[in-house]
């Protein structure tokens, strides 16, 4: 079918009267090789949206330009089928409402945003979904509350369960624990965990099939049609389309904690050595055995400590609230004492913690322990410093528990550094360096749960903590491999009640994900896109950089290093496009020759009008709202800005600098989200990777004989609207220090 473009700008919201709009009809007409090019006075209204329905129809248009606002406002409405691509043209929150109306630069800044788009428009086609016979069955890894919810919950829903427990039986840590946190008001009474009745439950739910005393041997495949090896005694194998990892926390290694006393006698045990003991007969001295009078808690028990647990396990303070109760119930007279950095007991737990102290027989003070040791007459001494009382005290108890920090089971010990001079094969075995070398190249996971067989390692990637990396605040569930979610402890320190309700999320992840797949379409952030990307495999040189750097192992690679794409795995971000420096990567509806078209068609005035040109490639993610959002604040800057939406900055090529340059702009920035230990990227490390490749475009720079100023990146979270005008004004100042571009007019 020929592409035929139909342009339609809207007049509404303050752009008539900030430009001529007759104007740009005629730019989308004769420049922009539109077959139809209109305006209205409102463009999405019923009267507007009718009268581009009709134009489809009688003038068989199927490219369209919807010039307008945002396309993050009524994103759904100019959607007119599957064969009719539109493209949104902002000439609202980023021309009108941010430059001068009625201004010259301003009108030229409005021609060119239809230019881009036209341009756009003809070169991009539909895309066609990736249609597999998938299967929508879930597989849940780990039989605690976790892991017994969100099977629970993805039954519930009418979808088939299978449910791995490594254990010979389910119910997990819930099973030692002899009695939990409150759960209804007034929220001072303990209560029970409930798990044995959610075992019954599992066990009576026909839709879900539960493997005890059963661990992974690998997952092969990718969403829809995961490939999984079971082993419990005799291979089991089944195909799944989602997995949820719901595999839980270890306590931290107690030994390590000989600087609290740990190891200097029996009487000092851990939270989870004490609700072994009060599930187990009660409390006692375990030295010999004897009834106690004193206990003393100690807090934060190598969390929040750079040398052990660096972060807040959350639940610990409640755990020692809970455990004080315990002592109270068993012995009424006992004196108990809890030192703290920071009790946290927070929400309706505020008023457990208030019920608590109001036992005046448990003391709470804050403070730091200075040292642990055993006296001369059995007991442990407890020294703290910096006390509320302003004061150094010393607590003498006949037990101190210690309240240890929650590992996730995805966290790894870091291997032992291989001596100077000694080769990996004569550490570890001639055998093992080939795997080793293969995971030290991509994998960033050494955890040996799910078993992937992926390029770039056999489990999760992890955040330094070992927790499974996601983007923590838009996407909590979802990590870096399409398709698995991580539940309950094993994404953060939580609680059984917290565990559970994270379940939820986690099945209805899953749920989405087997249905999407199903459909062809991508999971979040693109969520919905039907696009996937294609490999023009014949000018591939191996150079691996594609299957290095996607960061959700969605390529794997031959004996000859050629890449494997998984198109199921993919989360559409374009980060292999931006790779590849022969460019053979493409979408339908997204690639390097459409970004390049739209950079061509960008009118450059010579050098003599002293109209600097810049283009700016903006992240769509969090930079490219807080753009818009700059706009809706009707905040002002330069008008010599181009911008150019990039699915992630990952996905920017370098070659398209090099035709900016070439095509006279005089600089070019880059927008992307925030990276670091604290990322924002919703792609995880696009913007880490956009800054790795400007050694490259600097050297690209050298080669032209221009100036390295003529390039920034910078990062922009969703709430720095107010930086926008800051970021283009200053880039225009040094763009007019540093003169035109010299090919401006070649």
């Known amino acids: 079918m020929d592409t035929k473009v139909g342009v339609y700008i809207c007049k509404g919201c303050d752009i008539a009267k900030s430009m001529d709009v007759d104007k740009l009809v005629e730019i989308g007409t004769s420049e922009g090789g539109a077959a139809v090019c209109k305006s209205h006075d409102i463009l999405c209204s019923q009267e507007g949206l009718d009268l581009i329905k009709a134009d489809i129809e009688s003038e068989g248009i199927n490219r369209i330009v919807v010039a307008a606002c945002s396309v993050r406002v009524f994103p759904e409405l100019f959607e007119f089928g599957k064969d009719t691509l539109t493209d949104r043209a902002n000439l609202r929150e980023q021309v009108a409402w941010c430059h001068e109306p009625n201004d010259e630069d301003t009108q030229m800044l409005a021609e060119d945003v239809i230019r881009m788009a036209c341009a756009k428009v003809k070169v991009i086609e539909p895309p066609e979904p990736l249609i597999e016979e998938t299967s929508k069955d879930i597989m849940v890894v780990g039989g605690g509350i976790t892991g017994m919810t969100a099977a629970k919950n993805a039954s519930a829903a009418g979808y088939k369960v299978t449910l791995i427990e490594k254990e010979d039986k389910l119910g997990g840590w819930a099973t030692k624990y002899k009695k939990v946190f409150p759960k209804h008001p007034p929220y001072k009474n303990l209560e029970d965990s409930g798990y044995e009745q959610l075992i019954k439950d599992i066990e009576a739910d026909g839709n879900i099939t539960v493997h005890t005393s059963t661990t992974v041997e690998k997952t092969a495949g990718q969403p829809g049609k995961f490939e999984v090896a079971l082993q419990n005694g005799s291979p089991t194998e089944l195909t799944v389309g989602s997995i949820v990892l719901a595999t839980g926390w270890n306590p931290y290694d107690p030994e390590k904690l000989s600087y609290l006393g740990y190891g200097i006698s029996p009487d000092v045990v851990t939270n989870t050595q004490m609700e072994e003991m009060v599930s187990n007969g009660g409390v006692k001295r375990p030295s010999d055995g004897k009834e106690i009078e004193s206990i003393a808690f100690i807090q934060c028990a190598g969390s929040r400590d750079q040398d052990h647990l660096p972060y807040c396990s959350s639940v610990c303070c409640r755990v020692s609230l809970k455990q004080a109760l315990y002592v109270r119930e068993q012995y009424p007279n006992a004196k108990i004492y809890v030192i ?407």
């Open 340 to 746: 703290y950095k920071d009790l946290r007991s927070p929400a309706q737990y505020e008023r457990f913690y208030a019920s608590v102290q109001e036992d005046e027989g448990i003391f709470f003070t804050k403070g730091e322990i200075a040292g642990v040791e055993k006296t001369d007459d059995g007991k442990i001494a407890v020294n703290v410093e910096e006390t509320l009382l302003g004061e150094d005290i010393q607590v003498k108890a006949d037990m101190v528990v210690l309240a240890a920090g929650m590992v996730p089971t995805t966290k790894v010990d870091e291997p032992e550094p291989v001596a100077e001079g000694e080769t990996a094969e004569a550490a570890e075995g001639e055998g093992e360096a080939a795997d080793g070398k293969k995971e030290a190249e991509g994998a960033e996971s050494g955890a040996k749960i799910l078993n992937l067989t992926y390029r770039q390692g056999t489990d999760l990637p992890t955040l330094k903590y070992g927790f499974p990396d996601s983007h923590f605040i838009c996407f909590p569930y979802e990590t870096r491999r399409t398709g698995i979610y991580a539940a309950g402890c094993v994404r953060a320190p939580m609680d059984l009640d917290q565990s559970s309700r994270d379940a939820h999320g986690a099945a209805l992840k899953s749920i989405q994900a087997v249905e999407s797949i199903g459909r062809g379409a991508a999971v979040h952030p693109r969520a919905g896109d039907l696009s996937y990307p294609d490999f023009f495999m014949q000018r591939c040189t191996q150079c691996k950089r594609c299957t290095e750097e996607c960061p959700f192992g969605a390529l794997d690679e031959d004996e000859k290093g050629n890449p494997l794409p998984n198109p199921l795995r993919c989360r559409r971000c374009g980060v292999c496009l931006g790779a590849c420096p022969e460019r053979i990567v493409s979408f339908k509806n997204y690639g390097v020759h459409m970004i390049s078209e739209m950079i061509k068609a960008v009118e450059i005035p010579d050098e003599f009008e002293e109209k600097p040109r810049i283009l700016a490639f903006v992240c769509e993610n969090d930079a490219m709202p807080s753009v818009d959002m700059a706009g809706v604040k009707r905040m002002k800057y330069n008008s010599m800005v181009r911008i150019i939406p990039l699915r992630c900055l990952g996905s920017m090529n370098t070659v398209w600098i090099s035709d900016a340059l070439a095509s006279g702009f005089d600089g070019v920035i880059l927008i992307g989200c925030k990276k670091g230990d604290d990322y924002q990227c919703h792609f995880i490390k696009g913007s880490e990777l956009a800054e790795y490749r400007m050694d490259n475009v600097r050297e690209k720079l050298k080669q032209l004989v221009l100036e390295e100023e003529r390039v920034e990146i910078h990062e922009l979270a969703i709430t720095d609207f107010h930086r926008v005008p800051e970021l283009f004004d200053a880039f225009l100042e040094t763009m007019e220090t540093v003169g035109p571009n010299p090919y401006k007019d070649m």
